[in-house]
């Protein structure tokens, strides 16, 4: 599979999605599914400054990112995607079964949420929510960068 | 200016509060930096964090890189606003050079910072 990393991340693409994974993955594509971003040329030009230029971005919407989905798994080049909330990434696994695993890297402190591990912060329903993603049979762990161990669903929800 | 600018060091980690300390090492000068860290932030207390450095001043947002969440949040906050300028790539250099020329606009004292920064990046022959 060409999309080498499904990640979880409200920072979206910043320096541990394009340095701290895409260096020893070698990426050559990042999609970032967001709506918000999807509709605001600016709010893109915002995140593709982040990305060097041999590193193409690709903005979609939930709903194209399902019907690209195929698409970016038989491309040739290794890719990552980055969702900011549970919600979008579940989406995407809700109709395939392509998305076998789920990287949470960066979910922040917001009000409601608990601190679970250092970089993730959940409510109740949103740990629910990623129960129910390994339930479907996506594998779920947490790791902000490549070097760090992965820590498994069952230990941070 | 009625009131000098202010210095917002935006970066990962304790980058920000490192260069704020040595600036005051070097200059004396303790007034004119702030430092905001995106430790544990999502973008909105990211914000959140810089809407109070600001604390509604004209100010020069130093940016650690030229990507990332750091910048955005920096430039969201700025966006639209003559008080308030954005600069990548922060060095000791430019804050230097920032402290004691702070009685412009922003966005002049933003291009004075890349210059000076900019100017502090060379090979020496060893």
């Known amino acids: 599979m060409s999309i080498a990393l499904y990640r979880l991340d409200d920072r979206l693409i910043h320096g541990q999605v394009v340095v701290g994974w895409g260096k020893p993955l070698n990426v050559g594509f990042i999609v970032l599914v967001d709506d918000a971003v999807r509709a605001s040329a600016w709010e893109q030009e915002l995140y593709r400054m982040g990305v060097p230029p041999e590193i193409e971005v690709v903005f979609a919407s939930t709903e194209e990112a399902l019907e690209r989905l195929p698409a970016w798994e038989r491309d040739p080049r290794v890719g990552i995607l980055v969702a900011g909330d549970i919600a979008t990434l579940a989406a995407l696994t809700a109709n395939s079964h392509r998305v076998g695993r789920v990287n949470v890297g960066g979910l922040h402190h917001r009000p409601g949420r608990s601190e679970r591990l250092r970089y993730v912060y959940l409510t109740d329903a949103e740990a629910a929510q990623l129960k129910t993603l390994a339930a479907r049979g996506v594998e779920v762990t947490a790791q902000d960068v490549p070097t760090a161990a992965p820590v498994p669903l069952e230990d941070f929800t | ?126």
């Open chain 2, 1 to 126: 200016m009625s009131e000098p600018l202010r210095g917002v060091i935006v970066s990962h980690a304790a980058v920000a509060q490192a260069l704020v300390a040595a600036v005051a090492a070097i200059t004396g000068v303790r007034d004119a930096l702030v430092p905001v860290s995106n430790d544990g932030c999502d973008t909105g207390a990211l914000s959140e964090r810089l809407t109070q450095a600001i604390d509604d001043k004209p100010a020069v947002l130093f940016v650690d890189l030229p990507g990332g969440s750091c910048l955005t949040s920096s430039v969201r906050l700025a966006r639209g606003r003559a008080d308030v300028a954005v600069v990548t790539g922060v060095n000791l250099a430019m804050l230097l050079d920032f402290v004691f020329h702070r009685d412009i606009p922003p966005a002049d004292a933003a291009r004075r910072a890349v210059e000076a920064g900019s100017r502090a990046i060379r090979t020496p022959a060893a």
